[in-house]
């Protein structure tokens, strides 16, 4: 006997897992991403523009959370790595965007934003003040600052 249609139904049954897996994978990427948007960490791809909805960027954190807690023992090792990951990234940037106001800029760029070397030259690039620029006197007496 043959036995191609038992090794047959073997490979359908590990290209029908491995769709899964990736379809996994996209939902939770998908979530992440939403929950990204936001936070005000990426812009939003039709407009453009910065949203901060923090009540919604928790509800999108929160159904990965139930994803991680309904699916905990069921997932492949990648999979649980990616959601744990996923969720980790995500809670930090939640504490962060809850710390600093909306209008208030990030001192440090995120992996998604542009360099100066990015941007095309049509846009004018604005000068940084020198670091050996002599401070004024105000400046000269002023060491720290408090901001409550």
Do not use: C, W
């Amino acid at each position: 006997m043959n036995d191609s249609p038992i090794s047959e139904a073997g490979s359908a049954n590990e290209g029908s897992e491995e769709m899964r897996s990736a379809l996994f994978a996209h939902m939770v990427m998908q979530q992440s991403s939403m929950a990204m948007m936001l936070l005000g960490k990426t812009p939003h791809p039709e407009t453009g523009k910065i949203v901060h909805d923090l009540e919604a960027a928790k509800l999108f954190i929160d159904v990965l959370e139930m994803l991680e807690f309904k699916t905990k023992g069921n997932l492949s090792q990648d999979e649980a790595g990616l959601l744990k990951q996923s969720l980790m990234s995500l809670r930090m940037a939640f504490v962060e965007a809850v710390d600093s106001p909306p209008g208030q800029t990030e001192s440090r760029p995120d992996h998604g934003s542009l360099s100066s070397a990015s941007v095309p030259a049509s846009e004018p690039v604005k000068a940084e003040p020198a670091l050996d620029a002599v401070p004024t006197e105000d400046e000269r007496h002023k060491k720290f600052s408090k901001k409550y």
